[in-house]
């Protein structure tokens, strides 16, 4: 048999105005990503499956994520907001096209799974014409309400439209829908906006199926994959649930946490064999994590990579374009930027590294700082393998230190220094013989200091 086609619709129109923020409400993060990128990742991949998003007017940034997560999207602006079966019909031309299955689902519930999608589109191999997903809410206010007679699906009725006996009712409609897709556009567009909102309800779809003498069936889940987004509330409880996904995953890819509730993980967050992470540690997005390696206590981290058997932290942040190589070490208030730091490479204290790449076991004492920024442009420094920067060392980008050289402690470098040279900046030490006794003597003439 061969895979049915599917086209998804993404309904991303909304203003989100209880977000209370000038961000378009799909956009906000969930681990590190975008709700609507969740969505999207969740919607059929295979094979012919196709996907469309409908955005808000002046709502380019959302069009942006739509593409950078699925470069194959098709984006449809919907001009006006007229409700979810109009927002629908904005990408009527994609509809058009007839694909098996028509899935339609809110870009504002991001905890919806590919599995449960897939169980969406189960019916219709057996003739439904369209299949709702349901849940038990704990609270149906504001929910639609699915209103169902000998396990059959008759209608769905929207929380304003509701009899006190329908409100009841807490078996809800969760939003995501799949239908006949060749059947689809025509039962859409039969829907209108004769109800105490005067918009056109996509839910209203159930009943002009069942006018037409065909199958329409609910499919139930759990409440917490089909929250909805709608203030930063209940983003930050999406937040929780996802992170309790994220960590439960981890630690059944075997991930060591023994505080997993203390971690922070994002949804793109990739794990090697015999990873461990200590409590309190926060990880952004695009962070690959090798076999053995080790993040100690309160480290951040994102966008980077940590090698096989490198140390992090305690205390290490590690900002956008870090590489790790096996068995590198940065240790604790080390912060890091667009750095590669080669195999066995040890930055074990109290460092900025930026802009940088450092060779293969070179190690770079307590607070060597890389100075990258002029005020105006970045410098890149470059430092070989093997090579030993003493404690306290500032080194102005841009500047190139060989391999196996070497700086001596507090050196300020400004100039190229070659492959096994030492290199010192520093004003020649003098001792004063007594020096210190008559400075002592000069300053207290006799009186008693006071203080410690
Ligand atoms: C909707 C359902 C309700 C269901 C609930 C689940 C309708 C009429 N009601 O209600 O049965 O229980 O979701 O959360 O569908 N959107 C557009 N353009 C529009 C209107 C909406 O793109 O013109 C998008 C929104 O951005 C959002 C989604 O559609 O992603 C749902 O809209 P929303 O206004 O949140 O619907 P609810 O009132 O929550
Ligand atoms: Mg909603």
Not at 437 to 443: A, G, Q
């Amino acid at each position: 048999m061969t895979a049915r086609s599917s086209l998804t619709v993404v309904l991303a129109a909304g203003e989100g105005t209880r977000m209370r923020s000038s961000r378009p409400k799909v956009l906000h993060p969930l681990a590190g990503q975008s709700l609507l990128s969740h969505v999207l990742d969740a919607a059929p991949k295979e094979a012919g499956a196709a996907l469309a998003v409908v955005v808000g007017p002046d709502h380019q940034a959302v069009v942006d994520e739509a593409k950078r997560v699925r470069p194959d999207a098709a984006t449809f602006i919907q001009r006006e907001r007229l409700g979810t079966a109009h927002a629908v019909l904005a990408a009527r031309d994609a509809i058009a096209r007839g694909a098996d299955d028509l899935l339609v689902v809110f870009g504002d519930t991001p905890l919806i799974t590919a599995g449960t999608f897939e169980r969406l589109r189960a019916p219709l191999k057996n003739g439904a014409v369209l299949a709702v997903l349901g849940f038990r809410a704990a609270d149906p206010t504001g929910y639609g309400r699915l209103l169902v007679e000998g396990g059959r699906l008759l209608a769905i009725r929207e929380h304003a439209d509701a009899t006190p006996a329908e409100r009841a009712i807490t078996l809800c409609n969760a939003g995501a829908m799949a239908f006949d897709g060749r059947k689809a556009l025509s039962v859409i567009e039969k829907i209108g906006n004769a109800n105490s909102k005067g918009e056109y309800y996509l839910p209203d779809a159930v009943g002009i199926v069942r006018e037409l003498g065909l199958e329409a069936v609910v499919i139930e889940t759990g409440e917490d994959e089909v929250r909805g987004i709608n203030s930063k509330a209940q983003l930050a409880e999406a937040e929780q649930v996802m992170q309790a996904r994220l960590r439960k995953a981890a630690l059944d890819a075997g991930v060591t946490m023994i505080a997993p509730e203390t971690v922070y993980l994002a949804a793109d967050t990739k794990f090697g064999s015999d990873v461990t992470i200590e409590p309190f540690v926060v990880i952004g997005p695009g962070v690959t994590i090798a076999d053995g390696a080790v993040i100690h206590s309160f480290c951040h981290i994102v966008h980077s990579s940590i090698g096989k058997k490198a140390l992090v932290g305690p205390f290490a942040r590690m900002r956008p374009g870090t590489s790790l190589g096996e068995g590198a070490k940065i240790g604790n208030f080390v912060e890091t930027k667009a750095a590669v730091l080669e195999a066995g490479v040890k930055v074990n204290h109290l460092s900025y590294v930026g802009d940088a790449h450092v060779g293969a076991n070179s190690n770079l004492g307590a607070g060597t700082v890389t100075c990258n920024y002029d005020g105006f442009f970045k410098h890149k420094t470059t430092i070989g393998e093997g090579a030993f920067v003493g404690t306290h060392s500032s080194l102005v980008a841009p500047v190139r230190i060989g391999n196996g050289a070497y700086i001596g402690s507090g050196s300020v470098i400004t100039r190229d220094v070659p492959d096994d040279a030492m290199a010192l900046e520093r004003s020649p030490q003098t001792n004063r013989e007594g020096g210190a006794r008559r400075f002592r003597e000069m300053k207290t003439k006799g009186r008693k200091p006071k203080g410690d």
